[in-house]
Nanobody, 126 residues
Framework: QLQLVESGGGLVQPGGSLTLSCVVS????????FGWFRQFPGKEPEGVSC????????HYSDSVMGRFTISRDNTFGTVYLQMNSLKPEDTAVYYC???????????????????WGQGTQVTVSS
């Protein structure tokens, strides 16, 4: 059983930056791939980015490509999402998530079930 706790969200002006963190505990962190997902009001979560167990396989959605960077620290059991050049349309609740056997692909598929954090709100507004 994994526990995921996100932090780092907040209010930022357009063009600004935020770094989200996801601290993971409860199992062997290095055996899981992870994804970041976001949810707009009334919508299902959509994939933002994902990272493989080794950190060498990375994928991004088209909407964030070139602006967001995912990384992980296997020593500290943490997954990060560096978000630059933020736009109002990036406003959403952001979640990190995984499941046993989760595979990071260009689809950035949200896990079905699995383990999710509580989410952190990102608001981009002037």
């Amino acid at each position: 059983q994994l526990q995921l706790v996100e932090s780092g969200g907040g209010l930022v002006q357009p063009g600004g930056s935020l770094t989200l963190s996801c601290v993971v505990s409860g199992d062997r962190f290095y055996t899981y791939a992870f994804g970041w997902f976001r949810q707009f009001p009334g919508k299902e979560p959509e994939g933002v980015s994902c990272i493989s167990t080794s950190g060498t396989n990375l994928h991004y959605s088209d909407s964030v490509m070139g602006r967001f960077t995912i990384s992980r620290d296997n020593t500290f059991g943490t997954v990060y999402l560096q978000m630059n050049s933020l736009k109002p349309e990036d406003t959403a609740v952001y979640y990190c998530a995984t499941e046993r056997g989760y595979y990071c692909s260009s689809e950035v598929r949200p896990p079905i079930g699995g383990f999710w954090g509580q989410g952190t709100q990102v608001t981009v507004s002037s």
